[in-house]
């Protein structure tokens, strides 16, 4: 499978500020979906955006999806030392066949 | 919500033996279920989808007589790393889709091989 690509591969922000993230993916998609893991855990399903879909929120989350580009952001606003993970978009292709392919993804480090 | 178990949680073993590892979807069934491989600070990659009652389709270059799939039953998968050396040592996630549209993941299994 052709994994996709986020940039940047690690960020590092301030408390307070916000985050953003890209992703570029290959292939046409039915949805693509963001995740978040901590070091050494299991995948938190964060937010689903569909092909049709050019924007969404969820709190502090915004996620826009531009197909023409092949490509998503990830912003987090205000951010928080918790907010410290792994942030990785997956995209469900639309193969035929279910299954989600991951980007590369981004480390986020906010501190105090 | 959905929830996938999976068990264990970490696991050493030694070089030449093999290890199993189990994924169970605890409130839905899943007819498919997903094995994934991280390696330290790089991403997830998709091994193989297992397919209840039937053969699991292995991803290119995964070796599917090296990684055992069974999926037996509705609720459980499992993959089982044969002959295990330590470049088998990484983290492996399960996930299934209670709805053919969002995905649950299950907690990871921290294989190490010494």
């Known amino acids: 499978s052709q994994q996709g690509e986020e940039d940047p591969q690690a960020l590092s922000i301030q408390e307070g500020e916000n985050a953003t993230m890209n992703c570029s993916y290959k292939t046409s998609i039915n949805n693509l979906q963001w995740y978040r893991q901590n070091s050494g855990r299991g995948l938190v399903h964060l937010i689903l955006i569909r092909s049709n879909e050019r924007e969404k929120h969820s709190g502090r989350l915004r996620v826009t999806l531009d197909t023409s580009k092949k490509s998503s952001s990830l912003l987090i606003t205000a951010s928080r030392a918790a907010d410290t993970a792994s942030y990785f978009c997956?995209?469900?292709?639309?193969?035929?066949?279910?299954?989600?392919?991951f980007g590369t993804g981004t480390r986020l480090l906010v501190s105090p | 919500g959905a929830v996938v178990s999976q068990h264990p949680s970490w696991v050493i073993c030694k070089s030449g033996t093999s290890v199993k590892i189990e994924c169970r979807s605890l409130d839905f069934q899943a007819t498919t279920m997903f094995w994934y491989r991280q390696f330290p600070k790089q991403s997830l990659m998709l091994m193989a989808t297992?397919?209840?009652?039937?053969?699991?389709?292995?991803e290119q270059g995964v070796e599917k007589d090296k990684f055992l799939i069974n999926h037996a039953s509705l609720t459980l998968s499992t993959l089982t790393v044969t002959s295990a050396h330590p470049e088998d040592s990484s983290f492996y996630i399960c996930?299934?889709?209670?709805?053919?549209?969002?995905?649950?993941f299950g907690s990871g299994t921290r294989l190490t091989v010494v």
């Open positions: 297992s397919n209840e009652g039937s053969k699991a389709t292995y």
């Open positions: 996930s299934a889709s209670p709805d053919n549209y969002g995905y649950t």
């Open positions: 997956a995209t469900d292709e639309a193969t035929g066949f279910q299954k989600l392919v």
